[in-house]
């Protein structure tokens, strides 16, 4: 999967060459750039932004040098791959495990970061109408950020993490929170068996894999229904098996 990131801090992407995402880069299972907007401004001052037509505060970022920046990125690609140009904002779809597991199918991911009032409208009408780009507004909650990298920062990590060989063990994908199970994840464990008075749970340290695993279920299943009702209201009919119901 190819990302491009386009932004006026890059600096704040920075994370981006850490941890697992950071050695996915290094691997190449990720092809990620990110861009300073300011490289396509044709001024001296490198001027992003502009006062908002109809008049009230603040400043919005000008389409001229959103236009130039997105059709440089979207030109620069090996075979015409479609792409999905994601709009961080709080005005956007929510981001859900879902909506990254498709991005993940993507092939390619061009991420504009905005600031100030926002990025032109016009800029994201006129590439929801160029062939080969999906335009997709996204939100990583209900509250107002400054600016779109730490939503690309969000945005890109939960996706990251479920391309092939990023995770060590994709079996984890299945039982964190929100994965496959559509659950909340089970409590963790690990050395030492007491601390501080507390003991792990006797059936842990049993070995009975099968008593293992209807704990670790039973579990999830309570804490989802303490925390999170609607998840097990969404789960399919056939999710839940006959030892699930007595939870
Ligand atoms: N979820 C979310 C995104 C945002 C912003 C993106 C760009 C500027 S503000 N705020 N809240």
């Known amino acids: 999967m190819r990302i491009d990131v386009l932004t006026i801090f890059p600096d704040y992407l920075a994370p981006l060459d850490l941890s697992l995402v950071g050695k996915a880069r290094r691997s190449g299972l ?8 300011r490289d396509w ?11 908002p037509f109809g008049g009230g505060a603040g400043m919005v970022m000008r389409p001229d040098v959103w236009g130039e920046a997105l059709d440089a990125v979207l030109a620069d690609d090996d075979a015409g791959q479609p ?45 929801a109408t160029r062939p080969g780009v999906e335009v997709r507004e996204i939100s990583i909650g209900d ?21 092939p060989g ?57 804490r989802t229904a303490a925390r999170r009702p609607d998840l097990l209201a969404r789960l399919a009919p056939d999710a839940l098996d006959p030892a699930d119901r007595r939870v």
């Open 166 to 222: 990023v995770v060590g063990n994709p079996e984890s994908l299945v039982e964190e929170s929100h994965g496959a199970a559509g659950l909340l994840e089970y409590p963790v464990y690990t050395k030492p068996p007491e601390w501080r008075g507390h003991a792990v749970p006797e059936v842990l340290t049993s070995g009975h894999h099968g008593k293992v695993a209807r704990w670790r279920r039973d579990r999830a299943l309570e």
């Open 41 to 51: 401004t044709a001024d001296r001052h490198r001027t992003v932004d502009d006062t």
């Open 30 to 37: 990720l092809d990620l750039a990110v861009h300073d907007l």
């Open 83 to 127: 792409a999905v140009l994601l709009v961080p904002g709080p005005g956007g779809e929510v981001l859900t495990q879902r909506t990254a597991e498709e991005l993940a199918g993507a092939r390619r991911l061009v991420i504009a970061c905005g600031r100030y009032e926002g990025i032109d409208a016009r800029v994201a009408e006129h590439y």
């Open 143 to 163: 509250y107002v950020l400054n600016g779109g990298e730490v939503a690309a920062l969000v945005v890109i990590e939960a996706v990251a993490r479920l391309l």
